[in-house]
């Protein structure tokens, strides 16, 4: 008999299933309303400024104004809208403001140096790349104290593809962006000279590259804050004119009612991924509104590679058939393709897994875009590792199968002295150790001692009132108090079934009244610097962990009500 009335545990399910479904659109996307960002905003409108000064002013006006209007009282600003002064986000709106409105905006740029100031400055950036971008838009912003030594980016390094794609990655387009603002900013010498001259092509030809994969929509990756960076380095050197002005059409579609920009204006698969894993745990597998979206997969698998990052087809991106291939999203993606009832005659889901299974990292993980990166925010991850090995079980791949058995063996040496895992794309370190529990667990490990002691973190970090946050104290979240769950419920260990009703009856109160759940901001954007909340991811995870509660106590995978059979 377990401690969650069954009554509640059903209603909050269905409220909850409901919830989500009214989030998905026609044609099977799950949609949002993503928080605007301050990152995305300031870059964009120093951007529209350099490249469109005179065509751009009403946007440039309206999001300095908007910047101007969310500094915070202590004179910062948060990555996005709620969260509190971050030294990123202050460094890079300062020198927006310094860049694009300075006679309107003297009294915010003021505080904002002073709060800068106050938080320890870009010194105390632990991203090299992010600490350098900061200190590169203030000196142009001509705040040189703030900003202390520019170190001069190796735009060479785009001569060596394999160098390049491995220390670089998902950042190739930004660091050209960099790269090219600095060539007035830092004297060269002959030799540099020279090099330059064979290197400014081939980054513009790796440009280009990204231009037409994506349709020559000018999205770059259909996120306004690296688009600006290119479009400033194109706009400060008047290289590629009609890739700067797509960019500068594409920040034009893509700004808010509000005159803000968001962090990512389509995360569309990822979101729809965590939707259907979510409801088809819920007892959704065979509801028709289901079929949509799985349509939508089945669409935007890429047929064709992405050679920028030597990605062969067969994956899916966060946005769409045009977007940049990646392993976590793909991974999601292919446990929903797995759940719906007809899956072993999916061929969409066969290629997709072997897509996987070679992507898998040399040394048995998985890092999110490039194989064997030495990028520490592109990879390896035990996170994506552990989500990619769910994906493989989830479609009927057996234990010993050799990338789960690689996998493990690499998930099994990667655990923190404390007992936690490390998640590159949310907040640490409940959620990494979270899935890794659960990943571990589902193929046979449970009783593995890297597993217990994992477990015995997640017991010993659950707060008072039954919910999980990143197990330093801070309050509990939706999103880790569901993958806490999951990951306990999956090791069959009945010594945590406290802690699993506990965590599912807080779940349960946290629900609204309309069936969703309130979102907190676990999604990294930036690294330990700037994060954001995903509501569908949120109520997504939420009623997995709820669905596989019911599975396990019960016995009842459930259904929908009024779903349509195959």
């Known amino acids: 008999m377990t401690a969650v009335p069954a009554d509640a545990l059903d209603k909050a399910i269905a409220d909850g299933a409901e919830a989500l479904l009214r989030r998905q659109r026609p044609d099977g996307v799950f949609g949002d309303e993503p928080p ?56 890079v709106a300062v020198a927006a403001l310094a860049l694009s409105a300075p006679d309107a905006s003297g009294e915010a740029i003021t505080a904002g140096r002073a709060r800068l100031a106050a938080m320890g400055g870009v010194d105390t950036v632990t991203d090299p790349a992010i600490s350098l971008l900061c200190r590169q838009l203030l000196t142009m912003a001509g705040m040189t104290a703030e900003a202390g030594p520019l170190r001069r980016l190796p735009l060479e390094i785009v001569l060596f593809d394999r160098v390049r794609r491995q220390r670089i990655s998902f950042r190739t387009a930004p660091f050209i962006g960099l790269a090219l603002m600095q060539a007035d900013l830092l004297p060269t010498g002959r030799l540099r000279r020279a090099t330059l001259r064979r290197a400014r092509p081939a980054a513009l030809r790796l440009l280009r590259s990204i231009y037409d994969h994506e349709g020559r929509t000018g999205a770059l990756s259909e ?8 479009l400033l380095g194109l706009a400060r050197t008047g290289e590629a004119p009609d890739i700067a002005g797509a960019v500068v059409g594409w920040l034009r579609r893509a700004v808010r009612a509000d005159g803000a920009w968001d962090a990512v204006t389509n995360l569309d698969l990822t979101r729809s991924g965590y939707a259907v894993t979510g409801l088809i745990a819920a007892g959704y597998a065979d509801d028709a509104r289901l079929r949509p979206t799985r349509d939508f997969f089945h669409a935007t698998q890429k047929p064709t590679a992405f050679e920028v990052l030597d990605v062969p087809p067969g994956g899916w991106s966060y946005s769409n058939v045009g977007g940049w291939p990646v392993t976590l999203e793909s991974a999601e993606i292919l446990s929903a393709l797995a759940g719906y009832p007809d899956a072993d005659r999916d061929p969409v889901l066969r290629s997709g897994l072997a897509w996987l299974v070679g992507r898998q990292d040399s ?4 890092s999110l875009w490039v194989r064997d990166t030495k990028l520490a925010n592109d990879g390896p991850c035990p996170a994506i590792t552990s989500q990619a090995i769910v994906a493989l079980h989830d479609a009927g791949h057996p234990d010993d199968h050799p990338a789960i058995a690689s996998a493990v063996a690499w998930l099994l040496t990667r655990q923190q002295p404390d007992g936690t895992f490390e998640n590159l794309w949310y907040r640490d370190h409940t959620s990494g150790t979270a899935v890794v529990v659960a990943a571990l667990s589902q193929v046979g490990q449970a009783r593995h001692d890297v597993v217990r002691r994992a477990v015995r973190w997640l017991c010993d970090t659950q707060l008072p009132d ?38 599912v009856g807080w779940l349960l109160a946290a629900a609204g009244p309309d069936g969703g759940w309130p979102s907190t901001r676990v999604c990294n954007y930036i690294r330990h610097h700037m994060r954001y909340p995903n509501a569908v991811i949120t109520q997504a995870v939420a009623l997995r962990a709820l669905g596989e509660y019911r599975r396990s106590t019960t016995g009842r995978a459930g259904v929908a009500p009024g779903a349509v059979a195959r």
Not at 477 to 499: H, I, K, N
């Open 36 to 91: 605007a960002s301050v990152l995305g905003t300031a870059g964009t409108v120093a951007a529209l400024h350099a490249a469109d000064p005179v065509g751009s002013a009403d946007l440039v006006d309206a999001g300095t104004a908007w910047l101007r209007r969310h500094q915070h009282d202590d004179g910062g600003w948060g990555g996005v809208v709620g969260a509190d002064s971050e030294v990123v986000a202050t460094a």
């Open 223 to 230: 996120d306004p804050w690296p688009a600006a960076l290119v």
């Open 363 to 366: 040394r048995g993980s998985w």
């Open 466 to 503: 039954g919910s999980w946050g990143p197990g330093d104290g801070t309050a509990g979240s939706v999103e880790e108090t569901a993958w806490a769950v999951q990951g306990l419920l999956a090791t069959g260990d009945p010594e945590v079934a406290s802690a699993v009703d506990r965590g």
